[in-house]
């Protein structure tokens, strides 16, 4: 069974995707921000990071930087819906940092779904 680390600070977000995510047949753990989720690395190495950019504490994208340094064979999905916020696009930063794939919030879970999928399938082959 794939693992899958969810890491938002939004409890319903992290609700949502642990739901679906069982439901699809994946086990999963959440994060409400990176340093929570370095923690959790160590503990059970995930096969798939899925992390919000803009969170407190350490964000996203420090998260994916930090990653890259011990694990950079873990394939990262960052999503954000911060850019409406704030007048940055996260996705040319993330991209450079080492993310695998950029989606804005709101993600559509099948979208979301697909892109888990493909990068599973290209980290590891069947």
């Known amino acids: 069974m794939k693992h899958i680390l969810i890491v938002d600070d939004d409890l319903l977000i992290q609700r949502l995707f642990t739901q679906f995510f069982t439901a699809e047949g994946y086990s999963t753990a959440v994060a409400d921000n990176g ?33 890259r340094k011990s694990h950079p064979d873990i394939p990262m999905i960052a999503i954000s819906g911060g850019q409406r916020a704030v007048a940055v696009n996260f996705q040319p930063h993330a991209e450079k940092d080492g993310a695998h794939q950029f989606l804005e919030k709101p993600v559509s879970l099948s979208t979301l779904l697909i892109s888990v999928q493909r990068l599973l399938d290209q980290n590891h082959p069947a």
Request: no cysteine; proline share 6%; hydrophobic share 55%.
């Open 35 to 67: 340093l929570a989720a370095i923690l959790q690395i160590s503990t059970k190495r995930p096969d798939l990071i899925i992390t919000d950019v803009v969170m407190p504490g350490m964000d996203g994208l420090a998260l994916i930087r930090e990653v």
